[in-house]
């Protein structure tokens, strides 16, 4: 399939560096852009493109309904242009967003429910498992309060998408996204119509709207050979089979 013009989006200029200050694998650290706005940066690691993979599952993640932070190609001092991720203006330290993911809702024990709160962990365990992300945790989700109501991001895709490109099933129960999926699972239950709606949309979002995903991103993230390879994927039966046994695998508890 031949990708149209490319079309990507302006790039913003690192104005100040920031080292990173948690201990995150694939995480170059922080900037602030030329666009005013505060980014935390990733460059590609561990011989996986992992600027493409930010890349793509953000986008494809807003496209299906789970929200994440916004994101932008970002140029460093050195000339390098990675993946930025927006940083959420009143984000919650990370002890506050793991005790409000830890808090079990009302289905299971009566006490008052995170609103909300079922589906969008359903719905992020359904893209995760679709998108082989094998290192979903308590860490790599985010929150805040908006005038009182919290509100949840799901951020981290690094270890996903090609990270074991071409997929073979999909993550393991020792993988973290299953490890902790069956814990919040454990406190909030499982919603599945909204995970079935999430792989619903995935398997209706056209392979032009995935090719216009990677014709946005600097084309020098991805070798054309591995996007055509994904665009064809996308395009054949073989995603309508994946969502197939993962709608199956959820329906009976087997990937859970």
Request: with cysteine; glycine share 8%.
């Amino acid at each position: 399939m031949a990708l149209p013009l490319q079309l990507s989006l302006f790039t913003r200029k690192a104005i100040i560096e920031y080292p990173k200050n948690k201990n995150t694998a694939d995480a170059l650290g922080a900037v602030e852009a030329d666009d005013g706005h505060y980014y935390y940066v990733k460059t590609d690691a561990n011989g996986c493109p992992t600027r493409a993979c930010e890349w793509i599952l953000t986008f494809l993640a807003e496209a299906v309904g789970v929200s994440t932070p916004a994101a932008a190609p970002i140029e460093m001092k050195d000339g390098n242009v990675v993946f930025g991720s927006r940083r959420v203006p009143g984000v919650a330290e990370d002890i506050i967003t793991q005790f409000y993911l830890t808090t079990p809702s009302v289905t299971n024990f009566g006490t008052p429910p995170a609103t909300g709160l079922t589906p969008l962990l359903s719905a992020i365990y359904a893209f995760d498992m679709f998108n082989y992300n094998d290192d979903r945790h308590f860490g790599n989700y985010l929150t805040y309060d908006d005038n009182g109501t919290r509100r949840l991001h799901a951020f981290d895709f690094s270890r996903a998408l090609f990270w074991r490109w071409p997929w073979s099933g999909f993550p393991t129960a020792a993988d973290n996204t299953r490890v902790c999926g069956a814990l919040l699972r454990q406190l909030h239950g499982f919603d599945f119509p909204a995970a079935s709606a999430t792989l619903t949309r995935l398997g209706g979002l056209p392979t032009l709207a995935v090719a216009n995903i990677i014709n946005m991103m600097p084309a020098s993230w991805l070798s054309p050979s591995v996007v055509q390879a994904f665009l064809q994927w996308w395009d054949s039966g073989e995603r309508t089979v994946r969502i197939q046994l993962l709608t199956r695998g959820l329906s009976d508890g087997s990937l859970l």
